[in-house]
């Protein structure tokens, strides 16, 4: 038996998933969901075995959900036309399947699946995340969970990212949210015009700061407008010229 | 190759006409100068014809050969050559068919420099006016092929500028026909028709073609019931349309994108059913539309609304009437406005 959960925003795309499904008995339907947030509910409600999964959905991406979800199950990605998604596909040896496809096509992916059930897929589950992450449009925000609660974040309203252990805090006009990434992820993945790594543990959004002070011996700190202080390495203040040009 | 300018008729007489005259004013000034009437004419003739053929030699060389900068002392230097080889062939000719009247070869000795200032003054006036003339010529065909080059990368960039709106649309409509055809065959029918209707309408239509505002209502209604099979019960439209808009033109296939953009916006961006309205008014001699969509600003800017779909309808509104003032958007609240202004053009 196998527990499975569509993710998509159309009911048609969906019911064909079902459709198809009928051949493979072994395999049942527990929820069928219209975007991301519901996803990320009746995942971790139903804790199901298998996805299919939309990329271009309300609200969050699919990619976005996978994101927020700390272990996260097989997934089939099913898309019509997202050149960025199928290249990262590509790159990361997933499956996926393209809109509209037909009975044998489904047949091969749920075989695959199968086979690779026993052995791990997580690891290019989460590199094939890292690379979607670079996509333009989501370069620009950043989803996190907060509680039961999912939010999505401008990267302009980011004052600024902090280490915390396995997570990075993300501080905003709201307080923090957290979220499971490393910084060196962050680092990458945000547009390096605007956040600069002014310290091991810290990346500043340079638009929030109102000056950078000396500190102790060698060191600076920066001043943000919200009145937070930034600690800038030697390094890293050497970064922040460059960018804010000084 | 431009044209000679004595392939046009006008042109054409006014040329013989001037020659009839300079060679009737010689031969009077002969006269005038004691020679017989008869030789007078013959002198005349005889020195003209060959002028003429100096002209038209040159005309027909500029024609090929048009000087650029440096090179107009090359055209002097052939004026001049010209001059003195027409000058010693005259001479010749003269001599031999009129050296027999008494005192001719005196005179034709003592008015050689007169006829020499005479012939390049007039080969100097024909190369001068032959230059401006191609010059021109010149110009006229590289203004012609530009706006056909303009012509033809706006008609192109138009092309594309539709063609990428499809994939994602015509994939997914794909998609939710192939469900169909499991479950309700009847409904796939009808789908594949309607999608047939609305590719064939794309395809059809020329950008810049006008179609009266109830025509593109039409045609968008196919649109937005493909969608609306696709989103099922999450997308609701309202459509109210002044009575005096009915008949106003806009280009063809315009309000599609927009409305298509709307429908993105407001479906990707919040959960639950989306509202999309159009109205229509007339101001002034304007048609105006707004779209309406709902959003969330709490996780959108207004700014990041505006994607591919606006920026080709602004794109093409630019090219059609060279205004970028008549698409805008604003933000009220949690509804989204894109509106679009169309000048009547009666």
Redesign the interface.
Same mark, same amino acid.
């Given at each position: 038996m196998g527990k499975i959960i569509i993710i998509d925003?159309? %009911?048609?795309?969906r019911?064909?998933v079902r459709?198809f499904l009928q051949k493979h008995p072994q395999l049942e339907v527990i929820q069928e969901c219209?975007?991301g /947030?519901?996803g990320v509910k009746a995942i971790q409600q139903h804790q199901p075995d298998l996805i299919f999964l939309d990329i271009?959905?309300?609200?969050i991406t699919g990619f976005e959900m996978l994101e927020l979800i700390e272990q996260p199950p097989g997934v089939i990605f099913t898309t019509?036309?997202?050149e960025f998604a199928i290249k990262a596909f590509e790159a990361h040896a997933i499956d996926y399947l393209?809109? %509209?496809?037909?009975q044998d096509r489904f047949d091969k992916a749920i075989g695959k699946w199968t086979e690779q059930r026993s052995g791990t897929t997580e690891k290019a589950t989460q590199d094939l995340l890292e690379s979607a992450s670079l996509s333009p449009s989501q370069r620009?925000?950043i989803v996190v969970r907060n509680g039961s609660k999912i939010k999505?974040i401008?990267v302009?309203d980011v004052f600024y990212l902090e280490a915390a252990d396995d997570y990075v805090k993300i501080h905003t006009q709201e307080g923090y949210f957290l979220k499971n990434k490393t910084m060196n992820h962050f680092e990458q993945s945000l547009d390096i015009h605007q956040f600069v790594r002014s310290h091991r543990s810290y990346i500043v959004n340079v638009q929030q700061i109102t000056r950078i002070d000396p500190y102790e011996k060698d060191n600076h700190v920066a001043i943000l407008r919200s009145g937070a202080k930034v600690p800038v390495s030697r390094s890293g203040y050497s970064k922040l010229k460059e960018v804010l040009g000084l | 190759m431009s044209n000679s300018p004595l392939s046009i008729l006008r042109f054409k007489v006014i040329f013989i006409i001037c020659w009839l005259v300079i060679i009737t004013d010689q031969a009077i000034a002969l006269n005038f100068f004691g020679l017989p009437w008869q030789a007078a004419i013959i002198d005349s003739l005889i020195c003209n014809a060959l002028l003429l053929l100096a002209c038209l030699l040159i005309m027909h060389t500029l024609r090929y050969y048009l000087p650029r900068g440096q090179q107009y002392i090359n055209i002097f230097s052939i004026c001049i050559f010209l001059s003195i080889l027409w000058l010693i062939l005259s001479k010749w000719l003269l001599k031999l068919s009129l050296g027999h009247y008494p005192g001719y070869t005196d005179m034709l000795h003592q008015s050689l420099s007169i006829r020499f200032s005479i012939g390049f003054l007039l080969l100097g006036c024909i190369t001068m006016i032959s230059i401006l003339w191609y010059n021109q010529q010149e110009q006229k065909e590289k203004d012609t092929r530009k706006t056909d080059a303009e012509k033809l990368a706006k008609e192109a960039e138009l092309f594309k500028l539709r063609q990428q709106l499809q %994939?994602?649309f015509? /994939?997914?409509s794909?998609?939710?026909?192939?469900?169909?055809i499991?479950?309700r065959p009847e409904e796939a029918r009808k789908m594949v028709q309607q999608l047939s209707d609305f590719l064939r309408g794309t395809i059809k239509k020329e950008e810049t073609q006008w179609v009266t505002l109830q025509e593109e209502l039409q045609y968008l209604q196919l649109y937005l019931d493909i969608e609306k099979?696709? /989103?099922?019960n999450?997308l609701a439209t309202d459509i109210n349309i002044d009575e005096n808009t009915q008949s106003m033109k806009l280009p063809a296939l315009l309000l599609q994108p927009i409305v298509e953009n709307a429908i993105k916006f407001g479906?990707?961006?919040? @959960?639950g059913e989306t509202v999309i309205r159009l109205y229509a008014s007339r101001e002034e001699n304007n048609l105006v539309i707004r779209v309406m969509n709902p959003f969330?600003p709490? @996780?959108?800017?207004p700014k990041?609304g505006i994607g591919f779909g606006l920026k080709s309808v602004q794109r093409r509104l630019y090219l059609l009437f060279a205004r970028t003032d008549l698409l805008s958007t604003e933000a009220k609240e949690n509804i989204f406005i894109t509106v679009v202004k169309i000048p009547e053009t009666t």
């Open positions: 925003d159309e %009911p048609l795309a019911s064909i459709e219209g975007d /947030f519901e271009q959905m309300p609200k019509a036309f997202d393209l809109k %509209p496809f037909n620009q925000r999505i401008s302009h | %994939p994602h015509l /994939f997914n794909l998609n939710s026909i192939n469900a169909l499991g479950s099979v696709r /989103f099922g999450r479906l990707y961006d919040t @959960t969330d709490e @996780t959108s800017s990041q």
